[in-house]
């Protein structure tokens, strides 16, 4: 079954920019889809087929994809971008998520 | 505006079959090229994929799980069921059910969620 890999946490300075990977095996084929995940809350999709922001998602969220690895950058992170962030691809019919990724805001 | 929203039972016994409900508004769940997935989340892990159902009735499911799993519509409510039978306390967490689409490039991410039920499993 396909496996895709993230870093467990990522940490960063409000200001700076948050970079996060999620890495499996010619991820670039694929179109990948990233959430964000806030405390208590439902996850919110940031990046729709690894690179298009959906309606109303900061320009601030970016992605990319390519060869082993998929990134989600946020530039200029502030406090309320600190959530768990996921990756997810489709692999046929069935979804598959990453473990996901604790972005902490220094 | 489209809108989910996931219930169902807080407790549940082991052993016992979870039946959770996803009912729509805004849209039908019959719109072509949608799907509904459910997704759970157990305290402190990551989200874990359930099942998918298509617009067209076509049905998918984990492989780990999917001999406890059924996932069906209800058109005249507007609704997407999950049963799982068999539950056990590993099964406490969160279930979320989610739509998407199915697009030109394939399918899309999921794009409106419900706010999720909280599910224990205990005597």
């Known amino acids: 079954s396909y496996v895709l890999t993230q870093p467990p946490s990522v940490s960063v300075a409000p200001g700076k920019t948050a970079t996060i990977t999620c890495g499996s095996n010619?991820?670039?084929?694929?179109?990948v889809h990233w959430y964000q995940q806030r405390p208590g809350q439902a996850p919110v999709l940031v990046i729709s087929?690894?690179?298009d922001r959906p309606s109303g998602i900061p320009e601030r969220f970016s992605g990319s994809n390519s060869g082993n690895t998929a990134t989600l950058t946020i530039s200029r992170v502030d406090a309320a971008d600190e959530a768990d962030y996921y990756c997810?691809?489709?692999?046929?019919?069935?979804?598959?998520f990453g473990g996901g990724t604790k972005l902490t805001v220094l | 505006q489209v809108s989910l929203r996931e219930s169902g039972p807080a407790l549940v016994k082991p052993t016992q079959t979870l039946t959770l409900t996803c009912t729509f508004s805004g849209l039908s769940v019959d719109t072509r090229g949608m799907s509904v997935t459910w997704v759970r989340q157990t305290p402190g892990k990551a989200l874990e994929w359930l099942a998918l159902m298509d617009w067209d009735d076509d049905k998918y499911y984990t492989t780990s799980l999917k001999t406890r799993l059924t996932i069906s519509k209800d058109t005249s409510k507007n609704q997407v069921v999950l049963t799982m039978s068999n539950m056990d306390p590993v099964d406490t967490g969160t279930y979320y059910c989610?739509?998407?689409?199915?697009?030109?490039?394939?399918?899309?991410?999921?794009?409106?969620w419900g706010q999720g039920a909280l599910v224990t499993v205990s005597s």
């Open positions: 087929f690894s690179s």
């Open positions: 010619n991820i670039g084929v694929k179109g």
């Open positions: 989610a739509r998407t689409r199915i697009t030109v490039p394939g399918r899309a991410g999921f794009d409106s």
């Open positions: 997810q691809v489709w692999d046929g019919a069935s979804v598959v």
